[in-house]
């Protein structure tokens, strides 16, 4: 069995199930296209045979996804009782609540770092960015303004300071996620379009970060220590700053987009930006220790790799450097 990659099968229907909740016409097949997409990603977690937390993960992901499930259904089903009556605000209340779930945003994050630290990098890649699409699509959709703003500045201010003492490379992935959805659900709720752009560059920066650490085959903190290879430091943390936001990197570019987004909404912008400053602290400071600190003893087996991986990785990091570009043009 592929530890790596996943059936097609169950990618078929991860495709299918987004494409049906992208194109449903109604909450129903909507709900259907969420349930669809969560039942081709459990046989994805339980696929990897050599990682022990894979099984408790499944259980942990089930269990908190069909919880939301129930929940979005209930929802429709309170949409079309009250929909001409005064209760009308409820269901988008419930909808809200349980697509935050689904997400993994603060205060209902506690199982996305456990989950999340039972993956593969190609199944944490999956989850951090393809299974977030289906429930933004329906939460750009349905949703409340205040509650999906309280709970987009809980993410914020929680995926920041949790993740300073983390030295496990898939939980600060994790605790990264829950910060960025507090900025695009910040837009969201604002009704601006460009958390789409933000969740785009998102998932590119996601994507580099996750491919390197599986080629470099790096899962904590410490392994950074044990590499000799300085070109290999400067490719992760170009592309963990990157991620974190500063410019000027092609992170910036969203986030410098959401600020302009966010003007009018000054104690949200400087809640996000406060975050995100906390973010930046404990990438920094990962960046500082691994080129300044070197352990002789190989207390860990490192993944021998090739020259065409390194090369190409090399590729991807220079679109984390041509950030400035795309803010230069917007700027004239």
Not at 16 to 42: D, H, K, P, R, Y
Not at 144 to 168: D, R
Not at 304 to 321: G, Q
Request: aromatic share 18%.
């Amino acid at each position: 069995m592929n530890t790596y990659f996943p059936p097609f099968t169950y990618m078929f229907f991860l495709l299918f199930g987004t494409l049906v909740t992208a194109s449903s016409s109604s909450l129903f097949g909507m709900w259907m296209g969420l349930e669809i997409n969560l039942m081709s990603f459990i046989p994805m977690i339980i696929n990897s045979e050599y990682n022990k937390k894979s099984s408790e993960a499944a259980i942990m992901y089930f269990l908190v996804q069909a919880i939301a499930s129930s929940l979005v259904i209930f929802s429709t089903m309170l949409f079309f009782l009250y929909s001409s009556q005064i209760l009308q605000s409820s269901p988008n209340l419930v909808i809200t609540l349980a697509l935050c779930t689904k997400l993994g945003m603060a205060p209902f994050h506690l199982w996305f770092p456990e989950v999340l630290s039972g993956l593969s990098w190609v199944n944490t890649l999956i989850l951090l960015t393809w299974q977030k699409i289906s429930p933004l699509i329906v939460m750009s959709m349905f949703f409340q303004e205040k509650i999906l703003l309280m709970v987009a500045l809980t993410s914020a201010i929680v995926g920041a300071i949790s993740g300073i003492n983390q030295m496990s490379m898939r939980k600060i992935l994790a605790f990264s996620s829950i910060a960025h959805m507090g900025w695009i659900m910040s837009m969201m709720a604002i009704y601006s379009n460009f958390w789409i752009d933000y969740f785009l560059v998102y998932c590119i920066t996601s994507y580099i970060l996750c491919l390197s650490f599986w080629m470099f085959n790096i899962n904590y903190f410490s392994q950074l220590t044990l590499t000799q290879d300085l070109f290999k430091k400067i490719i992760i943390f170009i592309n963990l700053l990157s991620l974190g936001g500063v410019p000027p990197l092609l992170g910036f570019f969203p986030k410098w987009m959401a600020m302009m987004a966010l003007y009018q909404n000054f104690p949200t912008l400087v809640i996000l930006i406060f975050s995100s400053l906390v973010t930046l602290f404990f990438y920094t400071r990962l960046c500082f220790s691994t080129f300044t600190l070197y352990f002789q003893n190989n207390l860990w087996m490192l993944k021998m790799e090739t020259k065409k991986s390194f090369y190409f990785l090399s590729f991807l990091t220079f679109f984390s450097l041509v950030g400035i570009f795309p803010i230069a043009i917007m700027s004239m």
